[in-house]
Every structure is written in structure tokens, then in C-alpha cells.
């Protein structure tokens, strides 16, 4: 029977491989011959696609395990704008679902914004907590203060930021927020699901930037976790908006 390091260490060049080969239209066929060939009874090497104009790599199922413990533990400056931003920008879909509970008229919206809330704001403490984890990396950005920039945006304390960060992907602007506040009933339902769309939307692009440049396990999967299931709820949200 196989044992649990030699299953252990199956799976990291599995993750290597994926982590490794660059986002191409080759990436999901490499992938699936690599997870392929894992399934057998001795640990495969990994094939590391070089830069270009270098020639690939062969890893060793030790070298491939040794990138996989590696990149988990190397975060890049991608990885903290990702954490810092989308932290901002969970807030704010929170101060949206807040609303929604005092002022949404319709059931299923009530229950989009519930449910939205619940995955969400636990997705925040984790990023605060990757963050408070790493910030002494010599990755992070000299030009945050604290542990991630939440000085600067202010995410603690019931998430209430109402600063303009409309320059990121999606996020509504304090007249556009304003204006859902002052809403009531079918206006306000429909407004909501605009605004969330766009604001989802605009996650699901943060998500695809950074898993094309993340060194960190921990923020790949999240952001994966983030692209998959936003752009599901677009689609309940885009055929509920239909439904009004």
C-alpha cells in the first residue's frame, strides 16, 4: 500500500506542475497528463516550462517538492496589493448586503445578500490574517503602513470604509452607494443586483491578475476560491435581475 509522504509528495509535484506552467492554452493539457501520471505506483517528474528563449526543465520528484514547500512561503507584491485590495473590496460588499437586509423588498434578493455576506466576511479575515502573517516579508510594499495598509483603508471595526477606491475593478462609487441607501423596494432591489454584478465582476478580474502572478499558495487558492464562486453567483444574480 502506498504510503501517506509518497501520496504527500505525489500531490506537491502535482501543485508544482500546476504553479509552475504558465497560464497558456497548454497549461490545462500539461496539467492533466502530469495529474495523470501521479496516479501511478512511482512519484513522476515534473517537466518546468523555462523562460523564453530557455529550453525546460526536468524536476525531480524532490526538486518539484521542494518548489511546491517554496512557493507556498514566497509571497511577491502581487500577492499583497490582491490581499490589501480585495479585503476593500469585500468591505464594501458588505456595507451593500447591510443594506439589503434593511431594504431589499424582494425574498431572493434578501437571500442573495445573506448569503453573500456569510461567505465574504469570513474571506476578510482570512486576508487580514495572511496579511498580519507576512508583514514583515521583504515582498511587501514600503509604502503600506501596519500590517497590510489597513491604515490606509480602514477595514477593521464592521468593515465601514466609504472612501472612493472606484479606481478598483468594480467597485461602486460613494454616489452610486449613496443613491442604493437612499433606494426603496423594487428600485432598490434592482439597483442592488446592478451594483453587485459590477462588483463581483470586477473581483473575479482582481482573482485572474494576481493567479497570474501569485508565488503564494495560500493567495492562489483563495483567489481561485474568489473567481469560481462570484462568477456563479453573476450567474444568479444576472437571471434573478431578468426575473424583476
Not at 13 to 22: Q, S
Not at 147 to 159: F, K, N, R, S, V
Amino acid at each position: 500500500m502506498t504510503d501517506r509522504h509518497s501520496i504527500r509528495r505525489r500531490a506537491l509535484c502535482v501543485i508544482a506542475a500546476l504553479v509552475l506552467t504558465p497560464l497558456t492554452a497548454c497549461t490545462a493539457q500539461s496539467a492533466a497528463g502530469t495529474a495523470e501520471a501521479a496516479t501511478g505506483d512511482d512519484p513522476p517528474s515534473v517537466i518546468a516550462p523555462g523562460r523564453p528563449g530557455e529550453e525546460a526543465r526536468t524536476l525531480s520528484p524532490e526538486e518539484a517538492e521542494k518548489a511546491a514547500e517554496e512557493l507556498r512561503d514566497e509571497p511577491v507584491a502581487a500577492d499583497f496589493a490582491f490581499m490589501e485590495m480585495m479585503a476593500v473590496h469585500h468591505a464594501q460588499a458588505l456595507e451593500m448586503t447591510a443594506l439589503a437586509e434593511r431594504h431589499a423588498e424582494n425574498e431572493r434578493v434578501r437571500g442573495l445578500a445573506g448569503r453573500i455576506s456569510v461567505a465574504q466576511e469570513p474571506e476578510i479575515a482570512v486576508m487580514e490574517a495572511w496579511l498580519e502573517e507576512h508583514a514583515d516579508s521583504p515582498a511587501r510594499p514600503d509604502d503600506r503602513q501596519g500590517h497590510g495598509g489597513h491604515d490606509d483603508h480602514g477595514t477593521h471595526d464592521g468593515h465601514g470604509d466609504h472612501g472612493d477606491h472606484s479606481d478598483m475593478p468594480g467597485m461602486a462609487t460613494p454616489e452610486q452607494l449613496a443613491e442604493l441607501e437612499e433606494s426603496r423596494g423594487e428600485e432598490f432591489d434592482r439597483l442592488f443586483l446592478d451594483l453587485m454584478i459590477a462588483h463581483h465582476e470586477g473581483a473575479v478580474v482582481m482573482a485572474a491578475d494576481v493567479l497570474a502572478q501569485t508565488g503564494d499558495m495560500a493567495v492562489r487558492e483563495l483567489a481561485a476560491e474568489i473567481a469560481a464562486q462570484q462568477n456563479a453567483e453573476i450567474g444568479r444574480m444576472r437571471n434573478l435581475r431578468e426575473d424583476l
